[in-house]
């Protein structure tokens, strides 16, 4: 299991096979406005869905990161969201991948 530490992320091979085949990986908050998940999930090469309404996504101020992440309201982390996921066409999902 990984630490919150950076010194003890795995590399990425071991991030994805930890990961498994995994289209989207969750990010809850952490300790603090950031967290290590979110590296990891893109490490990992899926794509990351942000389960916190205040979690300040790093390189906001200098990507589109609608482009590559989901942000999901915490108050609506129920079925919706499987289904939300479920439902995205595979293009769509590759788009945010890339």
Request: charged content about 25%; glycine content about 6%; overall charge negative.
């Amino acid at each position: 299991v990984v630490g919150d530490s950076i010194k003890e992320l795995l590399a990425p091979d071991a991030m994805a096979a930890l990961m498994g085949n995994a289209r989207f990986c969750l990010v809850p908050r952490g300790r603090a406005a950031w967290s290590v998940r979110f590296f990891e999930t893109l490490w990992a090469g899926c794509v990351p869905v942000l389960l916190s309404d205040h979690y300040e996504v790093p390189f906001d101020a200098l990507f589109d990161v609608s482009e590559f992440v989901i942000k999901w309201p915490v108050q609506r982390i129920d079925d919706s969201l499987y289904e939300y996921l479920a439902g995205l066409p595979l293009e769509v999902v590759e788009e945010y991948i890339r």
